[in-house]
T-cell receptor, first 112, second 119 residues
């Protein structure tokens, strides 16, 4: 199985400041079709999971442009340029390259 | 807007069975693969099963293979998860989700339904 390792597991951030989450994969997530199936999800307390970023760096519909994704191969990063109060919650990276689809452990974003 | 509403969770004894349902709306259900993912409260996410658009292909996590069955009824816009021989370690919140091959990811999730396996 593909293992995704996120760092940090907890991130206290001041409102208006940037935040960054890393996701490292145990193997390359590049598919034979040339796409890299790495996504980022956000889970807010009491709310459904929400897709933020797909295929490394593509923002899903309605996602603010303060969210950005980058990386390649086995190393990926989610960045929030200026954290807002609604950004609190847990962020997960996930891979859809191969079964079983797997997730990182999650990174809890909190406001200082 | 994608809406997924899970139901059918509850308390069941070890060895028992439950059938979860997920009612979908806001998208062309018959055109999308559907998945179930679970989460022990306070813990991470674990993929459970998936089913193709017409139900002709299914796949399962090793931990549930042979005990769980995913199915769908495109006329009712509903996906199901039949869970048999339940174990304490199956206790979790179960979410259904819709997979978009164009995105290579899941673009909609339900609120989840809690399954508790305990005597």
């Amino acid at each position: 199985d593909v293992v995704l390792t996120q760092t940090p597991l907890s991130s206290p951030v001041t409102l208006g400041q940037p935040a960054s989450i890393s996701c490292r994969s145990s193997q390359s997530l590049v598919h034979s079709d040339g796409n890299t199936y790495l996504s980022w999800l956000h889970q807010r307390p009491g709310q459904p999971l929400r897709l933020l970023i797909y295929k490394i760096s593509n923002r899903f519909s309605g996602v603010p442009d303060r969210f950005s994704g980058s990386g390649a191969g086995t190393d990926f990063t989610l960045k929030i340029s200026r954290v807002e109060a609604e950004d609190v919650g847990i962020y997960y990276c996930m891979q859809a390259l191969q079964l079983p689809y797997t997730f990182g452990q999650g990174t809890k974003l909190e406001i200082k | 807007e994608v809406q997924l509403v899970e139901s059918g969770g509850g308390l069941v004894q070890p060895g028992g069975s439950l059938r979860l349902s997920c009612a979908a709306s806001g998208f062309t259900f018959r055109s999308y693969w559907m998945h179930w993912v679970r989460q022990v409260p306070g813990k991470g996410l674990v993929w459970v099963a998936r089913i193709k658009t017409d139900g002709s292909h299914t796949a399962y996590a090793d931990s549930v293979k042979g005990r769980f069955t995913i199915s769908r009824d495109n006329a009712k816009n509903t996906v199901y998860l039949q869970m048999n021989s339940l174990r304490a370690e199956d206790t979790a919140i179960y979410y259904c989700s819709v997979y978009d091959f164009g995105l290579g990811s899941w673009h909609g999730w339900g609120q989840g339904t809690l399954v508790t396996v305990s005597s």
